[in-house]
């Protein structure tokens, strides 16, 4: 039961950021970026990576809910999904934001050690 709610969570999550909230500011968008595009720009990132990752990072998701019946879509996807968050961190980092504006990949880093930790 825990596994299959980090699943949601994460699922969730990357669904909401990518197709709710691509276009809203939030207090954790890299540098003084209002949408992820502007974020991606202000990474020093050529835009169609952002679209590459909004497509990984959906995709993943999707394979998450999926992976519920599926199971063996689920480790695939949570490496995905680790990945690009170590990959948004670095990006912070880059641009020295603040620690806080790293908050939400951290804790989705953590959600998919510990997804794959529980399998």
Known sequence: MLVSAIQITIAIVLLNVWLVRANRKTKYR?????????????????????YTVGILKVSAAIMLLVGLWKSNLVIPATLVVGTLMVGAVAMHFKIRDPLVKSFPALAMIALCVLNLALR
């Open 30 to 50: 890299g540098g003084y970026s209002n949408t992820l595009l502007e974020e991606f720009a202000a990474y020093g990132l050529p835009i169609w990576l952002c």
